[in-house]
């Protein structure tokens, strides 16, 4: 079985360039999460989707950070224009979240996207 | 925002020792998950305990959920160079819906040969 799939691994682009994101999740997988970890640092929630709803966007900079999940499956995060504290990996997940009762089982978690930007 | 965090931020022991790394975590919470990842690499899942559980093992690692206390344990028996990693315990917090997973700032974790 595939795992969750991300692209590019690394990016570098100059400052108030965009960039874009892609993640494709476990087959049949129904949640989604792009997490953002920087150096040294545990990963920070950034966007949640449930199917191809986005149930917490919260700590998402909505100013210049976008994502979407079209038809529930792949997903995009896009950020434009790029600052230079921007630099981080790009952590996609994917998990099968049953019910909301019985909680979520564990998350699988693509190689990362890192970004750097200069 | 980060719910857990990790104690120690970074741990070095000879290999066969056993590591110990401690959670602390805010809110309550549905379960507590512990994951590891190598360096340059994504996450990779070590563990699930649920709140209403209090210990559970899977081969070298046990792990212990005090929910009163609002912390956790990972326990690595007869380390090996091969653990060295950083670890993460995770979060899934009662107040919200169960698939909102929350993760600590991690201990790094080195096995001397």
């Known amino acids: 079985e595939a795992g969750v799939v991300q692209s590019p691994r690394y990016k570098i682009i100059e400052k108030k360039q965009p960039v874009a994101f892609w993640c494709n999740p476990i087959?049949?997988?129904?949640?989604l999460y792009w997490y953002r970890q920087n150096l040294g640092q545990g990963p920070e929630l950034l966007i949640r989707?449930?199917?191809?709803?986005?149930?917490?966007d919260s700590q998402l900079p909505k100013d210049r950070f976008s994502a979407e999940r079209l038809k529930g499956v792949d997903s995009t995060l896009k950020i434009q224009p790029a600052e230079l504290g921007d630099s981080a990996v790009y952590l996609c997940?994917?998990?099968?979240?049953?019910?909301?009762?019985?909680?979520?089982?564990?998350?699988?978690f693509g190689e990362g996207s890192r970004l750097t930007v200069l | 925002s980060q719910q857990g965090e990790e104690d120690p931020q970074a741990l070095s022991i000879q290999e066969g020792e056993n590591a110990t790394m401690n959670c602390s975590y805010k809110?309550?919470?549905?379960?507590l998950q512990w994951y590891r990842q190598n360096s340059g690499r994504g996450l990779v899942h070590l563990i699930l305990i649920r709140s209403n559980e209090r210990e559970k093992h899977s081969g070298r690692l046990r792990v212990t959920l005090d929910t009163s206390k609002k912390s956790s344990s990972l326990l690595i028996t007869a380390s090996r160079a091969a653990d060295t990693a950083s670890y993460f315990c995770a979060t899934a917090p009662g107040y919200s819906s169960a698939s909102k997973i929350i993760f600590g700032s991690g201990t790094r974790l080195s096995i001397r040969p």
């Open positions: 997940a994917s998990s099968f979240t049953p019910t909301v009762s019985l909680g979520s089982g564990e998350l699988f």
């Open positions: 989707y449930e199917n191809e709803e986005a149930v917490d």
């Open positions: 087959s049949g997988h129904n949640t």
């Open positions: 809110t309550s919470i549905n379960n």
